[in-house]
Nanobody
């Protein structure tokens, strides 16, 4: 069973930075795509960033220029470096991966940005 474990969430002030990690239980190059999503209180889960097996990275417009997604195959881990954080970035951040139609989610990590 594939497991994804997020870490790195914290409480930070507006303008601050955080780096989230998502450690997978298997080789991350087995996955077609790995993504970050987030869900704020009372809102639907939304896409943040993705990386495909070939290394192409995409971002939601709301985080472009502030967030950077990366991966380290040797550590079976993907990252989300978040800079210039805003209160509206407050959410639970989830790691997602898929192998064709099989989808996997992590348990989430809380990011809170105070104004």
């Amino acid at each position: 069973q594939v497991q994804l474990v997020e870490s790195g969430g914290d409480l930070v002030h507006s303008g601050g930075s955080l780096k989230l990690s998502c450690a997978a239980s298997e080789n991350i190059f087995n996955f077609n795509t790995m993504k970050w999503y987030r869900q704020a209180p009372g809102k639907e889960r939304e896409f943040v960033a993705s990386i495909n097996v070939g290394g192409k990275i995409q971002y939601a417009d709301s985080v472009k220029g502030r967030f950077t997604m990366s991966r380290d195959g040797s550590k079976k881990t993907i990252y989300l470096e978040m800079n210039s954080l805003k209160p509206e970035d407050t959410a639970v951040y989830y790691c997602y991966a898929n192998i064709l139609s099989r989808q996997y989610w992590g348990q989430g990590t809380q990011v809170t940005v105070s104004s």
